[in-house]
């Protein structure tokens, strides 16, 4: 399934999630109203309550009807903004740790086989947290890929290698770029809601129990029993709800991890060793329960487990990555495993030519022990960070080393002196840095700076657009960096406004803005002449209803540019995968991808929201 297909898959799910909460809301509200006739039909009870009441009639059961929907919407509504936090809002639920710096193998080893994973798939670094439990389990959680994050326990990264632990991973990338994530916050937020009738029973019965002057306790003893039942109905539908629609997914994560990592032996090995730890292998966690269906594995224990466990059987997940496997968890102890061992790639976002194979994540890693270490510890800080974003929009524009200082503080203005000493230091260093490196930088950088509050990142934001402005000479290159690091930060801290989006727009409206993108794509291979017409026909032939025309290079401008792809951004999900398409075609016209191609058409799929790997 491609990034595309499952993006539409995720709709559906949430359109079904909709329809099994409804369904299920509709049965507590029949339950609560047959409740209330019962107590009524008690000759005593409705004695007692029929001086304050009287005798109920239809109005009384739509009251209660109406009561019970604002309760349960209510408390829904409640959770799920709770919950607007995403990924980080989950993982402070779970008590989990930040893992910012490695402070053991086991952490540098998860650290690496993130950032390698997300290389290779083309996205932000996530956070990583550390779940302080012996079981081994894992999650992937947020509203999308901007604010997703990954935890993992620490019996997971002790008890696994390298090669399990990126099987793993490998899972929860799939939720991520699958649309999981969003669904699970959801599903978390309505089944709150449909729950929250058992613990007000809870608190009904308390207060009936001690209570002794109020004559009504009885009844109110009773309403609170039946609550509890309700409370307990209310369970029993979300426990059927979070099995009906995560158990399906958790094999094409499976599948997915396999496609990725081109290794079945990496997952199907986890899942072995979960089911050979002599250890508990559920989470001591009371929040566990909450976000159980996005678990890894199983993490609480079910009365019924075969009616309510969210994730399919070990032996059923094992089986369908092993046809042969023998059965048995036992497992050969496998050596610890250095960061050199082989780690297999991933290919996410659409249906490219040619497919994801070792090659993807041996490059990841050879880029990133590339990087100068200096400048690897700088992004680890987001004043760093900053500074290596502003470095990398500089960098193109320093012949010499002896311009560095008059450059920077030339375009800089009067910036942070701090800042300003950074950016000199890094420039400082006497390397080029490769595109490859380059984009490998940004996405490194932007798992740190997603720690900046709204008003730091607008204060950087500023910083980095007026390194733009106060370019003489302003270059497409620059303006790629800036726009591959500003669109992932502005969706994930709000800076972008729905005020200021626009509206969601077809192919055939953006006549113009197609012209103009997919000219500067055509001249940025180098083509022209014949070559470039045909190239450019090649990627107009897939767009349905568009009629895109070939600009001449010397009409072209980068704030036309701009506005086109700030326009581009707004498709809908099917014609940003119809305009993807249509630029890969382009890029391959001439069997062969450029620098120049290659980081436009990342950025691209950056901006739209729909990340191409490191390799396409």
């Known amino acids: 399934m491609d990034f595309f297909s499952a993006q539409d898959n995720a709709r559906r799910r949430t359109r079904n999630l909709v329809l099994l909460f409804v369904l299920s809301l509709l049965s507590l509200l029949v339950m609560t109203n047959a409740l209330l006739y019962l107590i009524f039909s008690v000759s005593n009870t409705h004695a007692e309550l029929s001086s304050t009441i009287g005798n109920p009639g239809w109005a009384f059961y739509v009251s209660v009807s109406l009561a019970v929907l604002l309760v349960v919407v209510i408390s829904s509504l409640f959770k799920t903004i709770s919950l607007r936090q995403g990924g980080d809002a989950i993982a402070r639920m779970m008590n989990a740790r930040l893992l910012v710096s490695a402070k053991s ?5 998860l650290l690496n086989v993130v950032e390698e994973m997300a290389i290779a798939s083309g996205t932000a670094v996530p956070p990583v947290y550390i779940m302080d439990e012996n079981s081994i389990n894992a999650f992937a959680a947020g509203h999308s890929i901007d604010d997703a994050v990954i935890g993992v326990t620490r019996g997971a990264i002790q008890k696994l290698n390298r090669e399990q632990l990126q099987g793993v991973i490998a899972h929860e990338f799939s939720h991520i770029l699958h ?4 669904l699970n916050l959801r599903l978390i937020g309505l089944l709150h809601g449909i729950m929250v009738l058992g613990f007000m029973g809870h608190y009904m019965l308390r207060a009936a129990s001690m209570s002794r002057r109020n004559n009504n306790n009885a009844a109110i003893a009773i309403f609170g029993i039946g609550l509890l039942i309700i409370g307990a109905s209310g369970t029993f539908f979300g426990g059927l709800i979070k099995a009906a629609v995560s158990r399906q997914r958790e094999f094409l994560a499976d599948a997915s991890a396999v496609q990725y990592t081109r290794n079945p032996a990496g997952i199907a090995g986890a899942l072995k060793r979960i089911g050979s730890d002599t250890g508990d292998p559920f989470l001591d966690n009371p929040a ?4 159980s269906h996005a678990l890894f594995s199983e993490g609480i224990k079910h009365t019924f487990n075969a009616l309510f466990a969210t994730h399919p059987p070990l032996e059923t997940r094992i089986r369908a990555l092993e046809p ?9 102890p496998s050596p610890r495993q250095s960061d050199a061992s082989p780690l297999m790639a991933a290919g996410f976002a659409v249906k490219r030519a040619g497919s994801a194979d070792d090659s993807d994540i041996k490059e990841a ?8 270490a200096g400048h690897l510890d700088a992004i680890k800080e ?4 900053t500074a290596v974003i502003c470095m990398l929009m500089l960098k193109q524009d320093m012949e010499g080393q002896q311009e560095v200082d008059q450059i920077v503080r030339n375009r800089m203005g009067t910036n942070s002196p701090a800042l300003v000493a950074e950016i000199i230091r ?3 260093v006497e390397t080029t840095i490769l595109p490859a490196q380059r984009a490998a930088m940004v996405n490194l950088c932007l798992g740190t700076l997603r720690q900046l509050s709204v008003t730091q990142y607008q204060q950087i934001r500023a910083v980095w657009g007026e390194l733009l402005a106060n370019d003489p000479q302003p270059d497409l290159q620059s303006w790629l960096i800036f726009q591959l690091t500003t669109s992932h930060l502005d969706r994930l801290l709000g800076f972008e406004t729905n005020a200021q989006l626009p509206q969601e727009t077809e192919l055939q409206h953006c006549q113009g803005e197609l012209s103009i993108f997919l000219s500067v794509l055509t001249y940025s291979g180098g083509m022209n002449g014949i070559e470039a017409d045909l190239a450019f026909k090649a990627a107009a032939g897939a767009l349905k209803q568009s009629s895109p025309v070939l600009i001449p290079a010397n009409q072209l401008t980068l704030v036309g540019f701009q506005q086109a792809a700030n326009q581009l951004k707004s498709l809908k999900l099917g014609d940003k995968k119809l305009f993807i398409d249509a630029m890969l075609l382009c890029v391959y016209h001439d069997k062969s991808v450029t620098v120049a191609e290659n980081e436009l058409l990342r950025t691209t799929s950056e901006i739209l929201g729909c990340p191409l790997p490191a390799k396409f």
């Open 105 to 109: 193998v086991d952490e540098q080893k």
């Open 179 to 182: 649309g999981d994530m969003r």
């Open 288 to 291: 566990a329960s909450q976000i």
């Open 324 to 332: 042969d496997w023998n059965g048995t968890f036992n497992l050969t």
């Open 365 to 372: 890693r050879e880029i990133l022990h590339s990087i100068p």
């Open 382 to 385: 987001p004043l760093g960070a």
């Open 426 to 428: 890094l420039c400082r």
